[in-house]
């Protein structure tokens, strides 16, 4: 079905930079027009998720979060200026989206994820994007993708750093419970710690490469590793998440 679709002259010239890429071929843009994902969390890493996701082509994207804007945000939550202030965000971003590629649909959800919200939102989606800020959140979404079998692309920033991780829960393999086993008694984030805010827009663009990847089945992905990034040192480092035989999920 994918193969079949048909490609116009304007599609064509639009991702044409993409498409020449012999690991994306016409082939693979239609996948990306195919792509389905879910993006929890409209902030300094939802923002450049969406926007890359978006001018890439991907054809169906969930957006979830229930805040408003405000004038703190405007350091780092790119899709954002001074008259989005007070305003959902889930709104202001579709609209700014839209401008950026009409073509594509933009679910919103304006909702906090819950245990009795989480299918309803989720189910619809194969992959699953966690920007959110808060550890209980995270544990909540990971435990749904476990249970379901989703990819779950999960990313968080503090201060000076940022970290990445992929699941594929389609295979057996770690999870998040696995690398932090019980819930911590403090939250690491944005609002405790502050953020650099060109750390937001780095990790926020790795989170969208690894949604590419995933939809394009690209190796060497980032699947059962962790990415550490340093801003002050300019420093990668991947580590190995393994499966921890006492996980909650029993991996």
Not at 12 to 35: H, N, S, T, W
Not at 56 to 63: F, L, N
């Amino acid at each position: 079905m994918i193969l079949q679709m048909k490609v116009n002259f304007n599609q064509f010239k639009r991702f044409e930079k993409q498409i020449i890429l012999k690991k994306i071929g016409l082939a693979g843009q239609k996948k990306i027009f195919y792509g389905n994902v879910l993006i929890i969390g409209i902030g300094g890493l939802g923002c450049p998720l969406l926007t890359y996701l978006a001018a890439s082509g991907v054809g169906k994207i969930g957006i979830v979060d229930f805040d408003k804007v405000e004038i703190s945000n405007l350091n780092r939550q790119t899709l954002f200026n001074p008259g989005d202030i007070g305003k959902f965000k889930v709104n202001q971003a579709k609209k700014a989206i839209n401008k950026i590629n009409k073509k594509i649909k933009i679910i919103t959800f304006k909702k906090k994820i819950t245990s009795k919200n989480i299918k309803q939102i989720l189910n619809a989606f194969d992959i699953i994007c966690d920007g959110t800020d808060n550890y209980k959140t995270r544990y909540l979404i990971n435990d749904y993708c476990v249970k379901y079998k989703k990819i779950l692309i999960s990313s968080a920033i503090s201060k000076f750093d940022g970290q990445l991780m992929k699941f594929n829960f389609k295979k057996k393999g770690p999870c998040y419970r696995c690398f932090m086993p019980s819930l911590p008694d403090f939250e690491n984030n944005c609002q405790t710690e502050g953020i650099f805010s060109p750390v937001a827009g780095i990790m926020g663009s790795l989170q969208a490469n690894e949604v590419l990847k995933s939809i394009l089945k690209l190796r060497n992905d980032l699947t059962n590793q962790i990415l550490i990034f340093d801003a002050l040192k300019a420093d990668f480092r991947k580590l190995k998440i393994s499966i921890n035989s006492k996980c909650a999920n029993k991996c």
